[in-house]
């Protein structure tokens, strides 16, 4: 009986032993130390996870004071006066900012590239600084160069001044042109975004209900107009009201417009078409389109290069009932003390962003 015990004993000596080895065995697997064959101690570092390439995460960061940076999220509210320094990370890197910062070539903005990052600095910010700034990865393959869509960031950032709710503009009175098959923007923006905003109209004096589906407000761009019809013609404004005394944006004229969108619909006359040697002739080129689309000329006549004319060019918005709009352009030629070399055939060619036409004419001699 105390052989039987004894036996026991040794058995559960044994399993007690066999189980604490193989413990240490697997604290040594998964520890971060291992001993490699050669008798060197190495320790396994884990790979870092890179956020320049993970989709979603902004590298566009603002430089905060004493070295410390902040990612920008979809909007930012600033406070205007002090500089702004943005960054993007990347050796080639695109930027874009509120246009008129161009418009004016503002000498406060500056753009700088180094190895790593590009720096966006804008020096003695202000409210009508105010609106949308992005960064993009430039990829290129030899000299072609294009824009990485998916490392593109944006942030819209206000700079809120309570003396100037709507964003300042350079134009006092401004036209904003009613289409049938397009929403219209009355861009009357804020630059706080917590400001009350309602839209009136001037004469007869009534304000226009901002709802869900035909009139919405948006603080980046101003009221949109989801179907514009001529009803909505007129002279508006913004009221912005937050704390205090209400303000008032600048004025804006809503003209209804229905020409179609496409290349120049374009006329050629001649007065007179008949002339004699010694006449005065005038060649009017005239296109009637989208007002404001901008349209160019270009004159083919059979004295070119050797005969002197006089070419003027103009144009003006008109009303051609029911409140409709047109911008009518017109280059005009005129030829004095016609002469032989004179008569033939006229060419004008308009050009707009959609296209150009050409039309002609011929001048003959009575």
Known sequence: MKLWCVLCLALLWVEIQNGACQQIKRRKDVGENRIRPGGKRVKIRHPK???????????????????????????????????????????????????????????????????????????STSAADTGPYSCWVIVCDGTECEKDHDRAYVSYIYFSDKDNLFVPSAIHFEIVYLRPDRPAVVPCRVTDTQAKVSLHREVPPEEITAN??????????????????????????????????????????????????????????????????????????????????????????????????????????????????????QSVMTIEDMETIDFGNYICKAKNQHGETVVTTDIISK
């Open 212 to 329: 869900s589906t035909l009139v919405t407000y948006d603080p980046t761009k101003g009221f949109v107009l989801r179907n514009p019809s001529p009803e909505h013609q007129g002279v508006f404004y913004c009221k912005a009201v937050t704390r205090g005394t209400p303000q008032i944006s600048t004025k804006y004229q809503l003209l209804y417009v229905e020409v179609p969108s496409g290349p120049p619909f374009v006329s050629l006359d001649a007065s007179p078409e008949s002339v004699r040697g010694g006449d005065n002739v005038n060649v009017t080129c005239t296109v009637l389109g989208e007002p404001e689309v901008a349209v160019s000329f270009i004159w083919s006549y059979p004295g070119q290069d050797r005969r002197p004319v006089h070419i003027h060019t103009s144009w003006r918005l008109v009303n051609r009932g029911m409140g409709h709009t047109t911008r009518v352009s």
């Open 49 to 123: 996870l890179k956020d320049g390439g993970v989709k979603g995460q902004s590298l566009l960061t603002q430089v905060l004071d004493k070295g410390r940076f902040v990612r920008l999220g979809p909007s930012t509210t600033l406070t205007p006066g002090k500089n702004m320094e943005l960054r993007c990370k990347g050796n080639a890197i695109g930027w874009s900012y509120p246009t008129y910062l161009d418009t004016f070539n503002d000498s406060r903005l500056s753009i700088r590239q180094s190895d790593k990052y590009s720096q966006l600095i804008l020096t």
